[in-house]
């Protein structure tokens, strides 16, 4: 068993995992945003002159749209961010497990259960 | 930028408590980071001084370790006894100051935001399956230009306010579907 080669198998799994699942995290909020300012102001624009001026019952539907996609956003972000921590969770225990069982298949011995989470 | 879009939610929607929470989240994140310098902070200031205490003991204790690295009897404890003593008490008085070390609002409002928006069993399965609600906000959009179509037309004002809804619900549903495959 190399420990070398454990820590810098850990190092690279969580780098690509952490950075990957912040940059989905990052982008998908920062274009979410952009839409929903967008949907903000075109809402807004269309209620005072245009086609929702005269429409009560689909401008409520679209303001209670905006209250939903803010919602969903959250569960959205959540959702990734659980992701990510599996991910994290994943990498380390694969690269951990795997060289002690790699060791113990060696030494002809059984290999050991991976660990449950929590 | 961020504060700003959690301002407009709050504004244009001010009868909902949850959604203010919930618009808060993304300014609490530190999410304002991605347009502006900001200095949120999630977690303890650094300490130069506890920082200093944990590397006079951590020498302390690393001494120990090194006396009786070659084995040591149990008669030889006494001549080690004051040493444990200084160990021990140090880490105990660096874990006092550990544990009363102030903790940043905004760490402790990201952790019961994400509590709290999980706390439900229903919304403990949003939080791991998100794509449940946006796909039912997909259908209310559909659903809604359906019937606005069949019972008035459609303006084509109105058009653009339903394929951005529509594609905002769906952005989401795609972006964490693909995250999916691992």
Redesign the interface.
């Known amino acids: 068993m190399n420990r070398d080669e454990i820590v810098s198998g850990i190092a690279s799994a969580l780098k690509g995992e952490l950075k990957s699942g912040w940059n989905t995290v990052r982008s998908l909020v920062q274009e979410q945003s952009e839409a929903i300012a967008t949907q903000t102001v075109m809402v807004t624009k269309e209620r005072v002159s245009g086609s929702l001026r005269d429409n009560d019952q689909l401008y409520h539907f679209f303001m209670k749209q905006l209250e939903k996609h803010a919602q969903n956003l959250a569960f959205s972000v959540a959702n990734l961010t659980i992701l990510t921590a599996e991910k994290a969770w994943n990498a380390i225990v694969d690269v951990i497990w795997g060289e002690i069982n790699k060791a113990l298949a060696a030494a002809g011995m059984g290999k050991l259960p991976m660990p449950a989470f929590g | ?2 504060r700003q ?1 959690s301002f ?2 709050i504004a ?2 001010p009868g ?1 408590h ?2 203010k929470s ?2 808060r ?2 300014a609490v ?1 530190g ?1 304002a980071c ?1 347009l502006a310098a900001c200095a949120v902070k999630f977690v303890p200031d650094y300490d130069e001084h506890l920082f200093t205490q944990l590397n006079e003991q951590n020498q302390a204790a690393l001494v120990l370790f090194s006396s009786v690295s070659a084995g040591s009897s149990r008669a030889d404890y006494r001549k080690f006894k004051a040493s444990y003593d200084k160990v021990i008490g140090g880490m105990e008085a660096v874990r006092s100051v550990i544990e009363a070390r102030t903790i940043p609002v905004s760490g402790v409002k990201l952790t019961k935001l ?1 509590v709290d ?2 706390k439900t069993e229903a ?1 403990m399965a ?5 794509s449940s ?2 796909i039912r ?1 997909v259908l ?2 559909l659903n ?1 230009m359906r019937d ?1 179509h069949r019972q ?1 037309g459609l ?4 058009v ?2 339903f394929k ?2 529509y ?3 769906m ?2 549903i795609l ?2 579907e693909a ?2 495959k ?1």
């Open positions: 930028m961020w879009f407009i939610f244009v929607l909902s949850a959604l919930i618009a989240l993304p994140m999410l991605l994400l928006l999980c919304s949003d939080c791991v399956n998100s609600r946006n906000q209310d959009t809604t606005q008035r303006d084509a004002g109105g653009p306010l951005n809804d594609e905002m619900a952005h989401r972006v964490v995250a999916l691992r």
